[in-house]
């Protein structure tokens, strides 16, 4: 199977910068698009960001024009480079997978990383 171990996160002042990473490790598969998704403290967990294996993105229109994602085919590891944090921010940060191949039981986007937290102070 496939594992998501993401790292990265911490405390910020507001105006900061964060990167987070996430390594996909495992056999035999490839990855059709990997993403990022956020969930604070009583709330839903929402998309932030979404790169295809062709680098196609999309971005949560609070995230436009401050995050930037990419994606290391040859490493299986996705990137979220955090700019100009603002406290609404704050939340743990979830990689998730849509992975394809024949060393996986199930096909889509049903793999997630642990998470790993952000904080940014006012």
């Known amino acids: 199977q496939v594992q998501l171990v993401e790292s990265g996160g911490g405390l910020v002042q507001a105006g900061g910068s964060l990167k987070l990473s996430c390594i996909a490790s495992?056999?035999?598969?490839?990855?059709?698009?990997m993403s990022w998704y956020r969930q604070a403290p009583g709330k839903q967990r929402n998309l932030v960001a979404r790169?295809?294996?062709?680098?196609?993105?999309k971005y949560a229109d609070s995230v436009k024009g401050r995050f930037t994602i990419s994606l290391d085919n040859a490493e299986n590891t996705v990137y979220l480079h955090m700019t100009s944090l603002k406290p609404e921010d704050t939340a743990a940060y979830y990689c998730n997978g849509d992975l394809y191949g024949m060393g996986l039981t199930i096909w889509g986007d049903d793999y997630w990383g642990q998470g790993t937290q952000v904080t940014v102070s006012s």
């Open positions: 790169i295809t294996r062709a680098g196609d993105t």
């Open positions: 495992g056999k035999d598969f490839s990855i059709n698009a």
